[in-house]
Every structure is written in C-alpha cells, then in structure tokens.
C-alpha cells in the first residue's frame, strides 16, 4: 500500500481521500494551543486520511540546547499524549522522526531549492535565535526545511498545524514547486495546510497578546494538558481580561483575553464562538465566562489524563507503537527520495 501511495500522482485536495501529515515536537508539557490547535485536528483526520500520518519530531528537538536522555523520555511522554487524545495506531500511521533516516535526507536535498534570505526572513527562526543564550544553531535556521521535508517526503496533501504554522507552510509550498519547477514536474505534491476555524491561536492566559507557547510565554497562562484540575480551574480564573465596564461577553480584536476564553470554550465543547457569546448574554460578568471555560477544559482534560497515566507506564508499548509506525513510514519515504535521487542525479544511476 505504501508503495501504491509514493507512486500515485498528486491529487487536488478534496478530489480522493487525502494523504494527511502533521508534526508534534517532543515535550512532556504539550498544552491547550497544541491540543486545540492541532492534536484535536489529528485525531479528527484518522478517518479522513489515507493514510494520515502523524511524526513526532525528536530530530527538530536537537536545534535548540537539550538533553539526550531527556529527549527520550519526552517521546515517550508525546507519544502517550497523543494515544490518550485519541490516536489510534490502526487508524493512523505515528512514528518518531529519528526512525526514517530519509527525512534528513531529503532535507539536505530540499536545501539546494531553498534561499537563505527566505530562511533568515521566518519569525520562528528571529525568535528563537534571539532567545538562545549559547549556540545559534544552523539546525534551527535549517528547521523549516526539515519540516518541508517531514511533509513533502510522503507527498502529503494536507497539513493539520496551528495559525503560527503558516509562515512555514508558505515556504514548503515554494520549496516543493520550485523542486518541481527544477527537476520534474508532479514528483513533489505542493500541500495545504488546514488551520482550525476556533483556536488556530490559542493565547497565553496572562498575556494575551502572545500565543500560548511551550517557550515563549507565562507559566501561570499555560494550560498544560497534564496540570492538576484545581491548578486549571485557577488559571482560568486568574486570566487577564479587560476592565471594560460593565464587562462585554463579545469577541473582538480590541478584546483578546475575552475572545480567547470564548474560542476555548467553543472549541472544547465543539461548538462556536457565536452561540457562546448568546449563551453569556445573561451572564454576571468575566467571572461566570472563566469557570464555565475552566470546567469545560478540566471535563475534556480528566479523561485524557487518566489514559495518559496507564499509556505512558508501558514503555516497551510505546516502542512497539513507534516501531511499527516507522516502518510502514519508511515504506513510503523510501519511495519518494529514490524518485528525488533519480530527478536529481545523486548516487548511482
Ligand atoms: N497557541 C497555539 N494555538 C494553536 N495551535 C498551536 N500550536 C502551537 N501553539 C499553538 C500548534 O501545535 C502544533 C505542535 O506544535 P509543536 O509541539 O511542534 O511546537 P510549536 O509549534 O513550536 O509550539 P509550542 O508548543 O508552543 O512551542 P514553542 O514554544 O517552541 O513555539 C503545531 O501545529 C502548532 O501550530
């Protein structure tokens, strides 16, 4: 099947069911913007997908300072994650990264199609260079690239990321057509990406002119999947909303704290932000907005957590998870680079 798949020619998205791709970093604090943002968009595109796949990205987490033991525990702890948010091994393809020696591969390859202005230009890149106190990587100006790599070497059509996401998903598109362009149409599929309607940016509960951010914001606004209920319950009421008065239970861009708390709630209960808003309509003020959003997420959150602990006790489990996973990954992989060597002329004929 996976050979099947590699072959096939590019597809619009929509025409057949879609090659679904998306990556997670490795952490052991994945929060309430990754699950919102992409992991609920995960699990939705298992029965969309064929196949959907899904990587966690050990090989992206060595571009900023790490620990190697630690990187282990925290694809374990990913891993773990996702199955307790409802991924399903038969239903979806989950592997590690450092498992399919092709992504680096490609990677280097793709670089010969990739300009280092465009490289120097993503924010991602400004950001987290600045924030580094040693080394500034060339593996973390080179990210992208691994990322268009990551999606392009399964000829996904579809790309479930966050709003953040979107600046590398443009240079994706432009790497993988100006391949095409250079060295044979059609054997690179240019993808989409697929952002949510309701928390493609989910913001930090105390700033809430920041995304929520494993690196870039408050500790006290982050909801991590894993934090206590009480400890959930109480950022939701200590988040900063505006001091309109009487308080205004609406969206806007000139009210972020207010809009964020209403999209959460939204996409938890799987409904919208407009029907939200007229359920409030009568509410006391911020105060009833912030426990009902509080509840909402603890109500989603127990259960997942409950799994978590039971998954993520069984390593060798996890292993033979992402065992299987990265060889039916590699299948495909395989597939593309030999069609990416031979358009490129690298190694034997
Ligand atoms: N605040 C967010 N709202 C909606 N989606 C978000 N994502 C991240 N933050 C938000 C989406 O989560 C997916 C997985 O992200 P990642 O683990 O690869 O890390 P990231 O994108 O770098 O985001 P983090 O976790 O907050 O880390 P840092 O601090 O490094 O930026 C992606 O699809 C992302 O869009």
Redesign the pocket.
């Known amino acids: 099947m996976a050979h099947a798949l590699a072959s096939r020619a590019p597809v619009p998205c929509g025409a057949v069911a879609p090659v679904i791709f998306?990556?997670?970093?490795?952490?052991g604090r994945?929060?309430?913007?990754?699950?919102?943002?992409?992991?609920t968009q995960y699990v939705a595109g298992q029965d969309r997908g064929d196949p959907a796949i899904y990587c966690i990205?050990d090989l992206?987490a060595t571009t900023v300072a790490y620990d190697p033991v630690e990187l282990r525990e925290r694809v374990h702890d990913?891993t773990a994650v996702l199955l307790a948010a409802g991924l399903d091994p038969e239903r979806c393809i989950l592997f590690r990264q450092g498992d399919v020696p092709e992504h680096a591969e490609l990677c280097w390859l793709l670089t010969s199609v990739t300009a280092l202005g465009e490289l120097n230009r993503m924010h991602?890149f400004r950001?987290?260079s600045a924030a580094q106190r040693e080394l500034v990587s060339a593996g973390l100006l080179l990210y992208p690239v691994l990322q268009a790599a990551d999606v392009l070497a399964y000829r996904a059509h579809e790309v479930?990321?966050?709003?953040?996401?979107r600046e590398h998903l443009e240079l994706m598109r432009n790497i993988a057509e100006r391949f095409n362009t250079r060295f044979g149409e059609g054997i690179l599929v240019v993808p989409e990406h697929r952002i949510?309607e309701v928390?493609?940016?989910?913001?930090?509960l105390q700033l809430p002119e920041r995304?929520?951010?494993?690196?870039?914001?408050s500790d006290q606004g982050t909801v991590y999947l894993l934090d206590e209920p009480a400890a959930i319950r109480r950022k939701f009421k200590r988040a900063v909303t505006d001091s309109d008065d009487p308080p205004l239970l609406r969206r806007g861009d000139d009210k972020p704290g207010v809009t964020n708390l209403i999209d959460i709630l939204a996409a938890v209960r799987g409904t919208t932000p407009a029907s939200v808003e007229l359920e409030l309509a009568g509410a006391r003020g911020y105060g009833d907005l912030k426990v009902a959003v509080g509840d909402a997420v603890v109500e989603r959150l127990v259960p997942l957590q409950e799994r978590f602990r039971a998954i993520r006790a069984d390593e060798q489990a996890l292993e033979a998870v992402l065992a299987a996973g990265a060889a039916k990954a590699r299948a495909t992989a395989a597939a593309t680079l030999a069609d990416v060597r031979a358009a490129m002329g690298v190694g034997p004929p």
């Open positions: 998306s990556g997670i970093q490795p952490t994945k929060h309430l913007g990754n699950y919102i943002g992409a992991i990205v992206h990913t991602q950001d987290k479930p990321v966050g709003e953040d996401q949510p928390g493609a940016r989910v913001r930090d995304k929520m951010s494993t690196t870039g914001g």
